[in-house]
């Protein structure tokens, strides 16, 4: 089974900030990483998909990157609706990671 | 709209069986695979399997095999996950999926709103 390890567990960040998220996996899945979104109580939002690409309607500030094993999820500049959880996912098993809560700091 | 609107929230209690359903609109329900996907604070997201409606081919995941079943109804466009004893340990948040692409494996680009399931004596 292909293992996702998310890092880190919690970012505390401000308005404005650019951050990075890390998702490692336990082989290579070549481009096949999704990054979602979730807010309490709601449905994980989709964001990137193919490691790099935006999905429609998903504001230009959020950005994937890399292949094979290791990837990023980048927001350019936070923005108060930002602030949820992110959670990588490999979809040649269908994985997730454990997800990094984005907090205001 | 294209949708996905899931059953709502149950309280059983151990043994008892469970059908809960996901229903789509909105696009061609039929040619895209349908995820199941469980949520517990403990856990996180776990992938429980994915069903392609046009022929109910079906892949479940190890953790979940022989533990859960996926079914669809074409005619209703919707798909069901079906437990036929339930454990304490079910008690989560169940969410279906839609998977971008149907010729290969790809993202989940909608999701339902969720079904909360409680399972308690």
């Known amino acids: 089974d292909i293992q996702m390890t998310q890092s880190p567990s919690t970012l505390s960040a401000s308005v404005g900030d650019r951050v990075t998220i890390t998702c490692r996996a336990s082989q290579t899945i070549r481009d096949w990483l999704a990054w979602y979104q979730q807010k309490p109580g709601k449905a994980p939002k989709l964001l990137i998909y193919k490691a790099s690409s935006l999905e429609s309607g998903v504001p230009s500030r959020f950005s994937g990157s890399g292949s094979g094993t290791e990837f990023t999820l980048t927001i350019s500049s936070l923005q108060p609706d930002d602030f949820a959880t992110y959670y990588c996912q490999q979809y040649n098993t269908y994985s997730f990671g454990r997800g990094t809560k984005l907090e205001i700091k | 709209e294209v949708q996905l609107v899931q059953s709502g929230a149950e309280v059983k209690k151990p043994g008892e069986p469970l059908k809960i359903s996901c229903q789509g609109s909105g696009y061609g329900f039929i040619n895209y695979w349908i995820a199941w996907v469980r949520q517990t604070p403990g856990q996180g997201l776990e992938w429980m399997g994915i069903?392609?409606?046009?022929?109910?081919?079906?892949r479940y995941s190890p953790s979940f095999q022989g533990q859960v079943t996926f079914s669809v109804d074409k005619s209703l466009s919707t798909a069901y996950l079906q437990w036929s004893s339930l454990k304490a340990s079910d008690t989560a948040v169940y969410y279906c999926?839609?998977?971008?692409?149907?010729?290969?494996?790809?993202?989940?680009?909608?999701w339902g709103q969720g079904t909360m399931v409680t399972v308690s004596s």
């Open positions: 999926a839609r998977q971008r692409i149907t010729m290969t494996s790809d993202a989940f680009d909608m």
């Open positions: 069903i392609y409606p046009f022929n109910s081919e079906t």
